[in-house]
């Protein structure tokens, strides 16, 4: 248990740059009280995973787009022993990601819009959170801040005048959630299942949809800083080179020879195979000379 609680703790710094990481950290970390040989194994998968994208990191752009957006996920009722759902979101300032999250909600959802409204509530927090330490390094945002969700019941929730009896145990994230959105601060929008970015933080994901979102979200592989560039690329090219001239045919050389006897013609022929031979008889001037 030593072992596995100082990896994972090591990993609780590696996703501060590396947002691929943030689901997987936060799961293994739930059972550090009493972890068993199935846990640190997943830690050990994603030791090699880290092993294998040890150049990765998040990337940020320059740009001139002061536009402040969240988009919010939850995944219900997804641990099988206490039926907790887990919330996730991130948060862009133009296109750059500054801000993600992945943490189990301290409450059992009964249903899916309420964990999705749960996951809401915590993005505003956090973009609100946002909005207070730009405005104190002077940067002062003119447009609403956006709140992305796939969850339609629950953007139809933060616009609607009646409160509902079935929504009482979320009195405080309802009135908190709806005053943004009724004093014009924030906008609810909503968004397709295949654009949701933070559907990295809520679910394990396949290899396809996984690579499809860290790209949008921005990890990538920096290019190489050396003035010579990757030594490796320049070898394979190099390598190449002297493959596909390997692989051109040699241009025939042809080669005259005067005077030769019948034995010595065909020994030549097979010392030198490449070689295009013509025999040819020594002219009468010649002959005398000989």
């Known amino acids: 248990p030593k072992e596995y609680r100082s ?18 950290v936060n799961y293994t970390c739930q059972f ?10 997943l830690l050990k998968r994603i030791l090699r995973y880290v092993r294998g994208t040890l150049t990765y990191g998040i990337q940020f752009s320059k740009s001139k787009d002061l536009t402040l957006r969240a988009f919010s996920d939850a995944d219900w009722a997804c641990c099988p022993t206490t039926r907790r759902s887990t919330s996730g979101y991130c948060t862009f300032l133009g296109p750059n990601c500054i801000s993600w999250s992945s943490k189990k909600q301290p409450t059992v959802a009964r249903s899916s819009c309420e964990a999705e409204y749960h996951a809401l509530a915590r993005a505003v927090v956090e973009i609100k959170w946002i909005t207070f330490i730009l405005q104190d390094i002077g940067v002062y945002l003119s447009k609403a801040l956006i709140l992305l969700c ?5 953007l139809y929730t933060t616009i609607k005048p009646a409160f509902h009896s079935r929504m009482k145990h979320l009195e405080l994230d309802y009135h908190f959630v709806r005053e943004q959105v009724a004093l014009g601060n924030m906008e609810t929008q909503f ?4 654009g949701q970015l ?4 809520t679910e394990p994901l396949p290899q396809h949809r996984l690579h499809f979102l860290i790209r949008h979200l921005g990890v990538r592989q920096p290019p190489s800083l050396r003035l010579r ?3 490796n690329a ?3 090219d190099s390598t190449l080179s002297i493959s596909q001239a390997l692989q051109q045919p040699t241009p025939a050389l042809n080669l005259s020879i005067t005077e030769a006897p019948a034995h010595a013609q065909e020994k030549l022929q097979q010392l030198m195979p490449a070689l295009n031979l013509s025999f040819v ?3 009468a001037h010649g002959q005398e000379k000989l």
Not at 32 to 41: E, L
Not at 150 to 154: E, F, G, P, T, V
């Open 150 to 154: 796939d969850n339609i019941s629950a």
């Open 32 to 41: 550090m009280h009493a972890p068993t040989m199935k846990h640190f194994q």
């Open 229 to 231: 560039g990757n030594d």
């Open 7 to 24: 990896l994972a703790g090591a990993l609780q710094y590696l996703i501060l740059t590396r947002l691929d990481l943030t689901y997987a």
């Open 191 to 194: 968004v397709t299942s295949e």
């Open 281 to 283: 008889e020594a002219p």
């Open 234 to 236: 320049r070898k394979l």
């Open 198 to 201: 933070a559907d990295l933080f």
